[in-house]
């Protein structure tokens, strides 16, 4: 079940991110990038196959094929679309730049990714009422040198 799960997520991301007319290299990656966007607004969410494949190792075969599926269609989408001679070095370099970036953090996304600022869907209790501009998120804390 959870493979034919991140199968329907594959063909939904891709469905989203799908060509268009006249499309430019560009415009390609900036599809593949609101695609992620749209994850961290919507719900606070990074990618299903992104989560899954940081436990490919312990997955059953059927899930782990579905997440490396996933991300060789997404590279080889990717690198037909922006085309030249490193097209498919660049496609997975644009693939774990997203997929990094959503792990870190909302802003980390949005410095990795470029573009508008994702909104902040936590605050901490303490902040939250005191300001309202949001502020990191529990994820980001370990980041932040002591003193």
Same mark, same amino acid.
């Given at each position: 079940?959870?493979?034919?799960?991140?199968?329907?997520?594959?063909?939904?991301?891709?469905?989203s991110?799908a060509?268009?007319?006249?499309?430019?290299?560009?415009?390609?990656?900036?599809?593949?990038?609101?695609a992620?966007?749209?994850g961290l607004q919507?719900?606070?969410?990074?990618?299903?196959?992104?989560?899954l494949?940081a436990e490919?190792?312990?997955?059953?075969?059927?899930?782990?094929?579905?997440i490396?599926?996933?991300?060789?269609r997404c590279?080889?989408?990717l690198?037909q679309?922006? #085309? &030249? /001679?490193?097209?498919e070095? %660049?496609?997975?370099q644009i693939?774990?730049?997203?997929e990094? =970036?959503?792990?870190?953090?909302?802003?980390?996304?949005?410095?990795?990714? #470029? &573009? /508008?600022?994702v909104?902040? %869907?936590?605050?901490?209790?303490r902040?939250?009422?005191?300001? =309202?501009?949001?502020?990191?998120?529990?994820?980001?804390?370990?980041?932040?040198?002591?003193?």
């Amino acid at each position: 079940m959870a493979a034919a799960v991140a199968r329907r997520y594959g063909d939904r991301f891709l469905a989203s991110v799908a060509r268009r007319l006249n499309e430019t290299a560009d415009d390609a990656i900036r599809a593949y990038r609101a695609a992620f966007r749209e994850g961290l607004q919507r719900d606070g969410r990074m990618c299903l196959c992104g989560v899954l494949g940081a436990e490919a190792g312990v997955l059953s075969a059927d899930v782990a094929k579905e997440i490396l599926s996933f991300f060789r269609r997404c590279i080889d989408d990717l690198s037909q679309r922006i #085309g &030249g /001679p490193d097209a498919e070095a %660049r496609a997975l370099q644009i693939m774990a730049t997203l997929e990094g =970036a959503v792990i870190l953090d909302t802003e980390a996304f949005d410095q990795a990714a #470029g &573009g /508008p600022r994702v909104p902040q %869907r936590r605050r901490t209790q303490r902040n939250a009422a005191a300001s =309202a501009t949001p502020v990191k998120s529990e994820r980001m804390r370990w980041l932040e040198i002591p003193g």
